[in-house]
């Protein structure tokens, strides 16, 4: 997982663990972009420790959020009051 | 480094302030402390209080760790009459410590006006005799700094909250006591978190103590997690914990605490804020303030406060020194940030260098100079019902494995 240190643009290439990257949509600052391939039901790894797991398929440069990756605790709020619609 | 010089107190503790706290013993006296400390504003003169008028053995012993806190100097405790606080005992604690103290019931008073009015004239007499006390020399391993982070996003963890670790890590070497706090913000570390602990009983005091939290939450239906902390890019409480966790540093956890007890030894402490049992009386602590207050009942003379999204919060009794994460909010809010450590973001800085800041600071706050949450006459203050057991001593180093 990459934390976005700066707003990021789609189709900005960032270096990854693994190389270059292509970012596939606009991530701001403080969020999070796939730095690979992440299937569904799949722990998502962040500096080596699992923060959930993923909802949906997840390719290498994809902004990574509530929707695509939930609590593996205690599901997430937001201003709407409920889960993102996932 | 600045010499540090503290006030020092009947049980062996030293203060880096020497407020004066106007408690009310329930919301009936809210307005009547506020008007009595109100000509105090820029001075060490704090309200604080208890809104319930039902007993409650928790905010009994808060009030009474915070009433003899060594930042406080002397208390003037505002009772209604007819509220269900035991405000005599309470008195007679604060008394036996050896700090002024004065009641005043305002039904025998004769109302706001005139308990205004004699609160007034005892806080002037009683502020006077304050200016006249002396400060002794005061060691970094006396001192007590707590953390909390409010306002977390995607780079508090990388950002602020390592730069707390640092600080604790360097404050612990010292022979000083660091407390960190709230189990419900540390879900997902507990493995990681109980292989730092002294003993292995108390490794398995805080995976238990986690779970509880966990479990805890779950009946709320409500994790410790903001929507600001969704829109700062945190997407699950295990992500927002990962973060918080690292201002924990990285050294050995000697124990684990629960609100209002004091570290009977110097190291680093987990502060254990959820009730145990069922949920009882609501969410574990309703804000940042209320943990807040917390960590100062446990003893912390300074409070570290990351935020991402960026808090403006102080607190009544212990300076809040605010560690901004985040670079677009130092930008927009810097008057309330006595850190930037989001200056990491933009190459303006290491870890290390705002590591090194963050500890002058503390060091500095310590000897007197304000913070910018004091400056700005940020006074929060906020206790509710709740309940809270002693930790054990299966939770607490003994005096003989006393940090060194």
């Known amino acids: 997982m990459l934390i976005a240190a700066a707003l990021l643009r789609a189709g900005e290439t960032v270096t990854g663990p693994d190389g270059p990257l292509t970012v596939i949509q606009e991530v701001e600052l403080g969020h999070k972009v796939a730095a690979g391939a992440i299937a ?16 949906q398929d997840i390719v290498a440069g994809e902004w990574v959020h509530t929707h695509n990756l939930k609590s593996d605790y205690i599901r997430t709020f937001d201003h709407r009051g409920g889960e993102d619609d996932a | 480094m600045p010499d540090l010089l503290g006030y020092p107190r009947s049980d062996g503790r ?37 809104g319930g008028c039902y007993p409650s053995p928790y905010a009994h012993h808060m009030l009474e760790q915070l009433c003899t806190h060594p930042n406080v100097g002397a208390a003037l405790l505002i009772s209604l009459g007819c509220e269900g606080f035991n405000r005599e005992r309470l008195a007679s604690t604060i008394a036996a410590s050896g700090r002024p103290v004065n009641v005043l019931v305002i039904q025998e008073a004769g109302g706001t006006r005139a308990t205004v009015a004699a609160g007034r004239d005892w806080l002037a007499s009683t502020r006077a005799s304050l200016a006249a006390a002396e400060r002794v020399p005061m060691a970094i391993s006396e001192l007590v700094v707590g953390t909390i982070c409010g306002g977390s996003d995607g780079t508090s963890g990388i950002t602020a909250n390592p730069a707390v670790g640092r600080v604790f890590d360097r404050l612990v070497a010292a022979g000083g006591t660091a407390i960190f706090e709230e189990t419900g913000e540390l879900v997902g570390c507990e493995g990681h978190m109980s292989a730092r602990a002294v003993t292995p009983e108390l490794g398995r005091q805080i995976e238990s103590r986690v779970g509880k939290a966990a479990d805890y939450y779950s009946k709320m239906g409500h994790g410790s997690f903001a929507p600001g902390n969704a829109e700062g890019g ?4 295990e992500e927002k914990s990962l973060g918080a966790y690292a201002k924990s540093g990285s050294g050995p956890i000697h ?5 209002a007890q004091v570290p009977p030894t110097p190291g680093l402490y987990l502060l254990d804020v959820v009730p145990e049992g069922d949920p009882r009386w609501g969410f574990p602590n309703i804000n940042d303030n209320a943990e807040i207050a917390e960590l100062i009942a446990c003893g912390s003379h300074i409070i570290l406060f990351t935020t991402g999204r960026g808090s403006v919060v102080g607190s009544a009794i212990s300076p809040v020194v605010k ?3 985040n670079p677009q909010t130092y930008a927009r809010m810097s008057e309330d940030m006595d850190v930037n450590a989001g200056r990491m973001l933009t190459g303006d800085g290491t870890l290390d260098e705002v590591a090194d800041e963050l500890f002058d600071v503390t060091l500095a706050t310590a000897a007197g100079q304000p913070t910018a949450s004091e400056g700005l006459g940020h006074r929060e203050f906020v206790l509710t019902y709740k309940s809270s057991e002693p930790a054990g001593p299966s939770c607490l180093p003994t005096l003989s494995l006393s940090v060194r």
């Open chain 1, 40 to 55: 569904t039901g799949q722990k998502v790894i962040r500096f080596g420790m699992p923060i959930g797991s993923a909802t």
């Open chain 2, 14 to 50: 030293k203060g880096i302030r020497n407020v004066t706290v106007v408690v009310y013993m329930v919301e009936c006296a809210h307005v009547v402390a506020t008007a009595i400390a109100s000509p105090y504003a820029d001075d060490e003169v704090h309200v604080i209080g208890f």
């Open chain 2, 234 to 237: 945190l997407s699950t409480i």
């Open chain 2, 255 to 259: 124990g684990v605490i629960t609100p």
């Open chain 2, 323 to 325: 560690v901004c994460a």
